[in-house]
């Protein structure tokens, strides 16, 4: 079991940056990967970014490269995703989550094990 709670969300005007947290405990962490998504309203949840825990491998959506950025402190629990350049169409619910093998990075929300409760993200022009 592998329990998650987001932080970090709130509104901030284009062009601006947010960190949002994922705090973490219930299993040996060098186990997962550790990911972020979002879903809009009326949208499928959708990829955004993902870590591997053990080698600190990641893997990116292409429309946030170059502008958010995956992050793990191992003496803390927790992974982190640093968003800049924020944009209207990031507007979302941010959800973090958990699989449990660090082996491969997915993309795919249903091969992810735990989800947290998801933090609002809200982005204005």
Do not use: H
């Amino acid at each position: 079991q592998v329990q998650l709670v987001e932080s970090g969300g709130g509104s901030v005007k284009a062009g601006g940056s947010l960190r949002l947290s994922c705090a973490f405990s219930g299993r040996t962490f060098s186990d997962l990967a550790m990911g972020w998504f979002r879903q809009a309203p009326g949208q499928e949840r959708e990829f955004v970014a993902v870590i591997s825990w053990r080698d600190g491998r990641t893997l990116y959506a292409d429309s946030v490269k170059g502008r958010f950025a995956i992050s793990r402190d191992n003496s803390k629990n927790t992974m982190y995703l640093e968003m800049n350049s924020l944009k209207p169409e990031d507007t979302a619910v941010y959800y973090c989550a958990a699989r449990r093998t660090w082996v491969t990075l997915s993309m795919l929300p249903a091969q992810y094990n735990y989800w947290g409760q998801g933090t609002q993200v809200i982005v204005s022009s």
